[in-house]
């Protein structure tokens, strides 16, 4: 079984659409929640706030010719991809190439087409629309365009599993780094979902913020819709030093369950199964974790039942544990969220500096372990976990450490 380690990261988010700004605005606590600018009709919207990834513009990284078969979620995917890749310092010739697996997550997939299409159709009564539409929109168009722009020929493959998918994705290629199945994996989460029809559903479930996003919070009202792309590079540690590469991080383990319960309500047996089969898969004890990064969507029951199942899984160790949620500051990005939040993970434990829970306003009574609240925190930290808990009661923990 080979150790699993971290060599390249790239993301694309709405504090930066790149590692090293994405990174500096989660030290300092930057909010990306604003004003929703992308939906040309978002006066019509109830839901007014959002994180947006703006002012990105698709002609600073593709040819004019390619932006067309070109969802927003496949841009984002290839950009984060080939920041990751560079950072790695790879070159995939043929015989890495076919032995390197694409596997990435998404949610919704291509909703700027749907909704276009959408539109034209319905709305604007055409009869055609764009040749390129169904594959565009498909859930597995950010695995295909890393693929063809990269230049990667093994196993590649799209991840659904809503807010979990990202983590399932980055999951799973570690099992098969690990396995010795590929010799290197490219792996993470896209999503591009602020259109008119995926807010409308969203207002529908009544789960939304009007304003803030306040995690674990007394006063918290509810998430906010992300969007962005985080990709990592994954490899045996053998090969990553025989190379020279700078290795950024180790994944150590992953636990995934499903409730069996409920198509929206979290719940608390789902959870800890995930987390304690992350630690064992690991073989770590819950005492050699120090930080957790939380799911923390802002919403009622999901920050009271994760802080619940922090406390069945680590007893008196939960009180020690340092607990973040980053969407306080990046919203829920769906399926890319895990990909946005272990990027952070890896990086909180390369740099000992924990990023902050903002907007927090003082404790919840559902909600007592240390959220970090609103400032970051320079702290020695070994090992951490990162959580992903999605709608359809399907949960996914990765357990990283810091590389020694």
């Known amino acids: 079984m080979n150790r699993v380690v971290v060599t390249g990261l790239g993301v694309v988010s709405p504090i ?94 291509g909703q700027t087409t749907h909704d276009d299409s959408f539109r034209r159709v319905y709305r604007d009564n055409k009869t055609r629309v764009f040749p390129l539409t169904i594959p565009k929109l498909m859930v597995n168009a950010p695995a295909s365009q890393i693929c063809m722009l990269c230049g990667l020929r093994g196993p590649a493959f799209a991840i659904a599993s809503a807010c979990s998918s990202a983590t399932h994705a980055i999951g799973l290629a570690f099992h098969m780094v690990r396995s010795g199945a590929v010799d290197c994996a490219v792996t993470g989460g896209a999503e591009a979902c602020i259109t008119f029809g995926t807010l409308r559903g969203w207002e529908a479930m009544r789960v939304m913020t009007p304003d803030v996003c306040r995690p674990f919070s007394k006063d918290r009202k509810g998430m906010v819709l992300g969007e962005g792309a985080a990709i990592v590079v994954l490899e045996p540690l053998q090969r990553a030093q025989a190379r020279g590469a700078d290795i950024l991080g180790e994944i150590v383990g992953f636990g995934m369950s499903a409730d069996a319960a409920d198509l929206t309500a979290p719940d608390r047996g789902g959870m800890v199964r995930a987390l304690q089969g992350a630690i064992a898969d690991a073989h770590l004890s819950p005492q050699d974790f120090q930080y957790v990064n939380a799911h923390g969507t802002g919403t009622a029951a999901n920050d009271a039942t994760e802080t619940k199942a922090l406390h069945e899984v680590f007893g008196p160790h939960a009180g020690k544990l340092a607990v973040s949620s980053t969407k306080s500051m990046v919203g829920h990005a769906l399926g890319a969220a895990g990909a946005l939040e272990l990027v952070a993970t890896v990086l909180a434990l390369r740099e000992g500096i924990v990023p902050p829970t903002i907007g927090y306003l003082g404790r919840d009574p559902a909600c007592d372990l240390d959220y970090v609240p609103n400032e970051a925190r320079a702290m020695r930290l070994e090992a951490a976990l990162s959580n992903s808990f999605a709608f359809g009661g399907l949960n996914a923990v990765l357990a990283v450490k810091k590389f020694s």
């Open 16 to 109: 930066g659409q790149a590692v090293v700004p994405y990174w500096t605005s989660l030290k300092r606590g930057v909010c990306g929640i604003g004003a929703i600018t992308q939906v040309p009709t978002a006066e019509e919207l109830i839901q007014k706030v959002a994180a947006e990834v703006k002012g990105f513009n698709p002609l600073d990284h593709f040819e004019e010719r390619q932006i067309s078969t070109l969802d927003r979620v496949a841009q984002f995917a290839v950009v984060a991809a080939r920041e990751a890749i560079a950072q790695a310092g790879i070159d995939f010739d043929m015989s890495l190439s076919v032995r390197t697996a694409t596997i990435i997550g998404s949610g919704v997939g």
